[in-house]
């Protein structure tokens, strides 16, 4: 039985084709399957039925193989469990806004609806939550980005096409043995900044991961020294990411993840100007040539629409590759 004034779902055609383009040119590698009761809520996510001419946020949790009262060691929230199979699936849906409550749908076909202690809105957030509750989630922001978070990554809708945000440990795995030097949890924390914060919002950003706290001379300083804002303090996160949208040039962090220098220009030999060739936009090319005459650092470059570039050495070792499914 449906939900009061709730319309039917989506049809099986509907939720094939919305197979076809999650599975679109390789999004995920390999054709994936998706389970149609995770496609239903996707389906709602992106096409939600509007309230005189209000669009309604949602957010829903497939089949989080952990209790959600053991959510709380790696989320530091405080769940709690209102509704319980008490209502459909439709009528649960009313109630989560995909920030503070959330419709939860376990394995065996029941429905609850959960209340959070403070909002869980931002990427970190549903990337954290879906590794504590090792379940896939949904989510419609307030920004009108649809969200897909999984153990794949991050699927972002925003509109006109998908973008996916592998996993950030796979991304480190890849880049350690590359020349690495520094503290392997650091490098970690900065690329998480970097997709989940700054990348995910459109801040675009210049990091300078340097393992060495001296100054080079390839570096103009154009700004007082900032606060020493630590990138493994998850209440330094929120005025890191204000001031970078405020400010151009690179974000100098040191071995520990500690802020040294901000809005830096970073000037490149004339060896570097000479052999390291142009790269896209005007950011990655610094960082290119950059990085060619400090080996050890590692330029994390953060562009405006959201892909995230890694470059050691003058080479680019890691950028993704956006996938859009055709018009």
């Not at 439709?90 to 909002?119: K, T």
């Not at 950030?168 to 520094?182: D, P």
Request: aromatic content about 8%; proline content about 8%.
């Amino acid at each position: 039985m449906r939900g009061v004034g709730e319309p039917s779902g989506p049809s099986a055609g509907r939720l094939r084709r919305l197979t076809e383009e999650l599975n679109d040119e390789g999004l995920l590698g390999e054709g994936r399957e998706w389970p149609d009761a995770l496609l239903v809520e996707l389906d709602h996510a992106l096409r939600p039925p509007t309230f005189e001419k209000r669009i309604p946020l949602f957010g829903a949790i497939f089949e989080p193989h952990i209790d959600p009262q053991a959510w709380r060691e790696q989320t530091a929230l405080t769940v709690s469990r209102r509704w319980v199979d008490e209502f459909h699936e439709a009528d649960a849906r009313r109630y989560a806004d995909g920030l503070s409550s959330w419709m939860v749908r376990h394995a065996d076909g029941s429905v609850e609806v959960i209340v959070f202690d403070r909002p869980t809105g931002s990427e970190r957030d549903l990337v954290v939550l879906a590794e504590a509750t090792m379940g896939t989630l949904v989510q419609r922001h307030p920004s009108g980005v649809v969200r897909l978070v999984g153990d794949f990554g991050v699927l972002r809708w925003d509109g006109v096409g998908w973008h996916h945000e592998p996993p950030v440990k796979a991304w480190v795995r890849s880049l350690i043995g590359h020349g690495f030097e520094g503290d392997e949890k650091t490098l970690a924390r900065l690329l998480a900044f970097a997709v989940y914060d700054l990348g995910a919002t459109g801040v675009g950003a210049l990091l300078v991961y340097r393992p060495d706290g001296d100054c080079p001379a390839g570096y103009e300083l154009r700004l007082p020294t900032p606060p020493p804002y630590e990138i493994g303090r998850p209440e330094d996160l929120g005025p890191l990411r204000h001031v970078l949208a405020l400010v151009d040039g690179a974000a100098v962090f040191d071995g520990t993840g500690i802020l040294r220098h901000l809005g830096v220009r970073l000037v490149p030999s004339a060896e570097a100007e000479a052999d390291v060739a142009g790269f896209r936009g005007m950011r990655h090319t610094s960082a290119r040539r950059y990085s060619f005459d400090d080996p050890t650092a590692t330029v994390i470059v953060v562009s405006e629409d959201g892909p995230v570039s890694v470059i050691r050495d003058g080479e680019v070792l890691y950028r993704p590759v956006e996938k859009r499914p055709p018009a």
